[in-house]
């Protein structure tokens, strides 16, 4: 044995040397035989292309260079930068640099496209009359399920060449060679079995071996299943959410109307987005493995049972599964709809504490924890409640799954298995060696084991792969439960972005989001409204409560308006018509077309501050790319803070890098003229200033109301402070009349306004001659006052405002 693997040995050292010896042959002769001229030209290649690959190595690594100093620089300023195809590349810093990641905007095209998918269901699915989807429907595994998952798919899969598509299709490789492994397990585990049976010492060492290396492609296998699993789960997230990003925040301003106008998805999208698009992508990713591997198993181990066990058995175990689907599924609780609304409470319970959050400052003022925590913990415990609910729904269920799938299906197997030896004749192939093994009597007993062995093999895996695909029916609920979800989210946003509300079969109700039926006109040079009525809008379906029956004004360039009037009247809702916040629901409103520069720009009651550095404060909502793209740089914004009265910000903060949680670090007076100084920055031709100085001191307040002017800005403020009149040039008085429904909109400092000056001049003189008769009557009372202070006759002490001001405490004194 030793000689002869020696012998072998040598031999194999042989047939390399000679190969070898061979080559190194034949180059030496070409060598020999070529010239000198083309040994040069070979040398020159050879330095060329040296020296080029150094030089193309040198400036790759300069570019990698250039690049992370790139990316360290746009992190540091919060920024980013715009490519030619439309997309932003923008930095995130990884491990110790950054990582480069390049966004391209969903296309208007495919959101229309989509809006097929979304708003007209087919009637079939039962989702909706054909025009616009319920918001809710029930969760289940039916029709509406199919349509809304495969809605999804053709976003998170939008072509066959995609990622996705890849990494599903290398997932389907992985969970094939599974399947076939198992096959082949099953296989090796009936040889091995016979093997030792029959005391073969050497093949069942044999045996052993490819058993290990077997197991170690196995383990392999499975590692990659998981972890593509887990990349097709975010591949789908990246997907979804991206793709939800681009509806949810752009020009139409989705993100105000989705929970101001529409409501569908009831107080805001976070909880969709952040949560149930998670657990959808999971589910959905692990779905494919969880139904696909299973079913793949069961086809092939069927059809190899069928061919060792025969077509009886086949029929059992099909009637089998079809007999235990359709138990669990009529006994099975409703897992989809559990978990939606299991998802709702949870969204609830979330965005109660981002409220505290939110406004930890006005309840740390007001002591309020008690109040938040009975809040916190009342939404807290409907969803424990509702929790503990499913979990005892569960039990029942899990009984009855383990005790079908583990224990009963073990006992068929077994039953099953026995169909060769004692039903020959129907027992396909292992019955046919029965047959004939019945002459050879030796070696039946052994081959009885072996077939027995890997028909139990096979049937362990396929019970095991029936289970699994039962126990996915408990998950495929779940997974109608979340794609109802991601869907009501999904279409909800395309109803909004599209304005999709139309009401059939019954009456518009008046002011509703159907019932809008004026027009936005953008590109105008001033500012209009033209017999356009003031409504608070309600939520889809309901109607909105009119605040002003119908106003008309007009601002030019130049001509600047004080909108006042009392609290509640509507003066802020002005501005949210131009804004495009809420609807024109009927006349004529006009209005520039652009946002920010040689435009329009609305600065709102509460002053917003971004996440950010300081930077970002003066220059939103541009970003510091914008900023360069406008020449303006850093000496610009020092000017504009300095306007703003702010001059002293970037010193005080530590520079225009500085970041910090702004809300907190600036007083109220300073976010507002930061929203001044922002106004200075984006230079519009028109603004709108809702309260934007109510927390400045008054001589702060007129220079920046000069400072606005001397820039060019024409300015319409709304506010409540008198004093404001002589900025601007007409005013608009809104709550007037005996209802406060009525208005007036006059220019400041004519003979109209001058007479009710005078008059209310003349009311105040009237009253100050009153002054001393009231001073007497005062007198009177205070003595009379004095009396009733004496108890049983005796007089009591005076209070002590009574001594210090009134002379009527002297004649009290006992
Ligand atoms: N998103 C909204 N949806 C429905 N109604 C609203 C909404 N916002 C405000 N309202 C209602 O519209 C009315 C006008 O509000 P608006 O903010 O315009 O008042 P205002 O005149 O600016 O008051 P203030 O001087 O207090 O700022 C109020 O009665 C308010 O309750």
């Not at 809702?690 to 000069?706: H, K, R």
């Not at 009349?737 to 105040?764: P, Q, S, Y």
């Amino acid at each position: 044995m030793a000689a002869q693997s020696t012998l072998r040995h040598s031999a194999a050292e042989e047939a390399i040397a000679a190969f070898i010896d061979k080559y190194s042959d034949l180059i030496r002769t070409r060598l020999r035989n070529t010239s000198r001229t083309t040994r040069l030209l070979a040398t020159l290649a050879l330095a060329t292309s040296i020296i080029l690959s150094a030089e193309g190595g040198r400036r790759w690594w300069k570019s990698r260079r250039d690049e992370k100093e790139q990316g360290r620089k746009l992190v540091r300023t919060n920024s980013w930068l715009h490519n030619k195809d439309g997309s932003r590349t923008i930095y995130v810093p990884y491990k110790d640099s950054t990582s480069k990641v390049v966004i391209h905007g969903t296309k208007p095209l495919t959101f229309d496209a989509h809006r097929r998918l979304f708003l007209n269901p087919p009637r079939v699915s039962g989702l909706g009359d054909g025009v616009v989807p319920a918001a809710q429907t029930k969760p289940g595994l039916n029709l509406a399920f199919l349509h809304q998952f495969l809605s999804l798919m053709s976003i998170m899969i939008p072509r066959w060449n995609s990622k996705e598509a890849g990494l599903l299709l290398s997932h389907g490789g992985f969970l094939i060679l599974r399947t076939y492994l198992s096959l082949v397990v099953a296989r090796l585990d009936g040889e091995i079995v016979r093997d030792l049976v029959a005391g073969n010492g050497k093949q069942f060492l044999w045996g052993i071996t490819k058993w290990c290396g077997l197991g170690g492609i196995a383990s392999y296998t499975n590692a990659m299943i998981k972890y593509l699993e887990s990349k097709v789960s975010i591949a789908f997230r990246t997907r979804l959410t991206r793709y939800v990003h681009d509806l949810y925040l752009n020009e139409n301003l989705n993100y105000y109307k989705l929970s101001n106008l529409d409501g569908g998805v009831g107080q805001g999208a976070d909880q969709y987005i952040t949560q149930d698009l998670t657990l959808f992508c999971a589910a959905a990713a692990n779905l494919y493995s969880s139904l696909g591997k299973p079913f793949v198993d069961i086809c092939v181990f069927n059809y190899q049972l069928y061919r060792s066990l025969g077509p009886l058995a086949l029929t059992g175990l099909l009637s089998n599964y079809f007999l235990t689907a359709s138990i669990l599924r009529r006994l099975s609780p409703p897992f989809g709809k559990l978990k939606a609304v299991e998802g709702r409470k949870e969204g609830d319970f979330r965005s109660l504490h981002a409220r505290l959050i939110a406004n930890a400052e006005e309840v740390a003022f007001y002591g309020g924890a008690d109040m938040e925590k009975y809040f916190l913990n009342r939404e807290f415990k409907s969803l424990k409640n509702w929790m503990e609910g499913i979990y005892m729904l569960k039990i029942r269920y899990n009984i009855l799954e383990d005790f079908i799938l583990k224990y009963s299906w073990s006992a068929y197997g077994y039953l099953l298995s026995s169909l060769p030896v004692f039903l020959p004749a129907w027992g396909g192939l292992g019955g046919a060696t029965e047959i004939a093994e019945q002459v050879a009597n030796s070696s039946r007993e052994r081959s009885r084991m072996r077939h027995f062995i890997t028909n139990k093999r096979l049937m362990l895996s396929l019970a095991d792969a029936g289970g699994r695909m039962m126990y996915s029916i408990k998950d495929l609920a779940e997974l109608a439960g979340y794609t109802s979800r991601v869907y009501t989210l999904i279409s909800t946003m395309h109803r909004v972005h599209a304005d999709a509300y139309y009401v059939r079969g019954r009456e518009n109700e008046l002011y509703s989001l159907s019932d809008v039926q004026g027009t936005m006109q953008k590109g105008f040079d001033g500012v209009r409204l033209e017999n356009v009525p003031v409504v608070a809008p309600g939520l889809w379906p309901q109607g909105g409560d009119e605040l002003i029956e119908s106003l008309s004004l007009i601002v030019r360039r130049g001509e600047h308006l004080l909108i006042s009037g009392p609290n509640g009247v509507g003066k802020s809702a002005i501005a949210r018509i131009f804004a495009g916040l809420w609807p024109v629901y009927r006349g004529l409103a006009s209005r520039p077309k652009a946002t920010g520069e040689d435009g329009i720009m609305f600065l709102p009651q509460r002053p917003y501050l971004t996440i950010g550095t300081l930077r970002d404060q003066v220059i939103y909502p541009d970003g510091e790319a914008d900023m360069r793209e406008k020449r303006k740089n850093e000496h610009d914004l020092k000017r504009v803070l300095e306007d703003a009265r702010l001059g002293y910000l970037p010193d005080r903060e530590g520079g225009w890098d500085t970041r910090k949680e702004w809300k907190d670090v600036l007083s109220g007076g300073e976010k507002q003229r930061v929203a001044i100084a922002r106004l200075l920055y984006h230079e519009p031709q028109y603004a709108f200033i809702d309260e934007g100085t109510s927390a400045v001191s008054s001589d702060v307040e007129g220079l920046l109301y000069e400072t606005c002017k001397e820039k060019g800005i024409t300015l319409i403020t709304i506010s409540t402070r008198a004093s404001l009149k002589k900025y601007h040039t007409y005013n608009l008085v809104l709550g007037m009349g005996e209802h406060g429904d009525e208005w007036a909109f006059e220019r400041i400092g004519t003979e109209r306004e001058k007479m009710h000056v005078e008059k209310e001049l003349a009311d105040l003189r009237e009253r100050l001659a009153q002054v001393e008769e009231w001073k007497r009557r005062r007198d009177e009372i205070e003595k009379e006052l004095a009396q009733v202070w004496v108890e049983g006759g005796d007089a009591l002490s005076p209070p002590v405002q009574a001594e210090v001001t009134g002379p009527a405490a002297e004649e009290t004194q006992p």
